[in-house]
């Protein structure tokens, strides 16, 4: 199975500052079985390409809870040999500061004015509408702006202008599983439910363009059920994703529409140790394609689950008693080359800077496939804000109108005037060696 692409699906992390820190850490065990549980599979299955992680990073949206989660996904990613800039994440309805929403009486009327029109289409007209105005459009997103923080580490920051990402992985046979990720938390509230109170995804980000030699993956929070346009969003996701990632539910579920596409939802890493019937889940899966008339993708689920008895993770077995659930999805046939025009969530001002000349050195180790870029804003993104400014300023890469602005702007306007001027070797250094200080600051602790 060695050719076969591997992904660690985590959901609903929930990181709590109340819960997850301090000598009574609660869930630190169970992450730590967690760990070893991937890096056994992992062992077993070859390294991950990618963790893909479907929401609900945090528990209320605070800066300490993702500062928390993103140490365990690094700790994740170093057991397994999966880089850091290999993480994916989309929001959940936790990832939400709701003080935003109770605080601005604006924000309640377009949450109000989405849930009350009945009408999909007009709906669908008027949500892109609001993503088209420069200040309500911002004003959607206002209260997910410390997961934006967190998440523009991993270039998996959403906004207005680009309310999705994207990423790709090679398969085995050379095409393109083109990941994306969906908000579904952008009218999330304290009275969420799946009856009265429903959310929104926009058809429009659920249906990814048709691409030769590609073929899709689609993560998001909320399944379909909880979606206003759910109907519309499920009809999208069928024709143009072969699979689909969902959390929110806690409950492992996983099924197969006709032979279209299959729909895996995850179970919560951290469900509330107070709900009936409290069950840590996770998932692994492998994915190949098989050639021929027609060509199938071969998708393999490893479900595992919390065993209360002997404290670990284990196999999940289904009725029948296998410890997997496999499920073959027809393809499209390969008659072209894949399509391999570049993919990814930034902004045309941060594409140029992406540009192939781009002379960052090369990463070596277990990160050589690692785009230089990606891993420099990765590691920039990673660094205190003080820190940031710090190499900003000796390098003379900080200008007047940068004041204020948000953390992932910063670095596309920082590493655009170190290429201008042709310092970005120097920049990398610099941040680099900010790394290796702080490293050399933090107490050794011995491996298990």
């Not at 528990?59 to 290999?86: F, K, M, N």
């Not at 997910?144 to 090679?170: D, G």
């Not at 009218?187 to 363009?209: F, H, W, Y």
């Not at 998001?220 to 143009?240: F, N, Q, Y």
């Amino acid at each position: 199975m060695s050719d076969s692409l591997v992904l660690v699906h985590l959901s609903d992390i929930h990181f709590s500052w109340r819960d997850d820190t301090g000598p009574c850490d609660m869930n630190a065990d169970l992450r730590s079985q967690i760990e070893r549980d991937v890096e056994q599979l992992s062992g077993e299955l070859g390294p991950p390409g990618a963790v893909l992680v479907s929401g609900d990073i945090a528990y209320s949206g605070a800066q300490s809870e993702y500062e928390a989660a993103g140490d365990w996904l690094s700790s994740i990613c170093h057991r397994v040999g999966c880089p850091e800039t290999s993480v994916w994440l989309v929001p959940g309805n936790h990832d939400v500061d709701r003080r935003v929403l109770s605080t601005s009486e604006a924000l309640r009327a377009i949450h109000r004015d989405l849930r009350g029109e009945n009408d999909a289409a007009a709906r669908e007209a008027r949500f892109n509408g609001l993503l088209r105005d420069r200040i309500m459009g911002r004003a959607l997103y206002d209260s997910i702006e410390q997961f934006n923080l967190f998440a523009s580490r991993y270039e998996c920051s959403i906004s207005a202008e680009q309310p999705y990402w994207e990423t790709s992985l090679v398969l085995n046979d050379g095409s393109q599983l083109r990941i994306r990720g969906i908000n579904t938390s952008m009218i999330s509230g304290s009275g969420d439910n799946k009856t009265t109170r429903k959310l929104i995804a926009g058809v429009t980000q659920c249906m990814p363009e048709a691409r030769g030699g590609t073929e899709y993956l689609v993560m998001m929070h909320h399944p379909p059920s909880w979606l206003l346009d759910g109907e519309e969003v499920a009809a999208a996701l069928r024709a143009r994703s072969r699979l689909q990632l969902f959390g929110h539910e806690h409950r492992l579920g996983v099924e197969q529409i006709d032979l279209r596409t299959v729909r895996v939802f995850a179970g919560a890493v951290h469900p509330s140790r107070l709900e009936p019937g409290w069950e840590p889940r996770y998932n692994i899966m492998s994915l190949r394609v098989e050639g021929g008339d027609p060509r199938m993708l071969r998708i393999k689920i490893f479900p595992r689950i919390w065993d209360h008895r002997e404290l670990c993770f284990r196999a999940d077995f289904d009725p029948a008693g296998s410890p997997t659930r496999e499920f073959s999805v027809e393809l499209q046939p390969l008659s072209e080359p894949a399509d391999t025009r570049p993919v990814s969530a930034m902004s045309e001002a941060e594409a140029r800077v992406t540009a192939e000349d781009v002379d960052v050195p090369e990463v070596r180790g277990e990160e050589e496939a690692v785009d230089p870029h990606r891993r420099l804003a990765y590691r920039f993104l990673t660094l205190p804000y003080g820190e940031q400014i710090r190499i900003a300023q000796e390098l003379k890469l900080l200008e007047d109108d940068d004041r204020g602005i948000a953390d992932p702007e910063l670095f596309v306007r920082v590493l655009s005037r170190a290429i201008e001027r042709e310092i970005v070797e120097t920049f990398w250094e610099r941040v680099e060696s900010a790394h290796a200080a702080r490293e050399a600051k933090r107490p050794t602790l011995s491996e298990d």
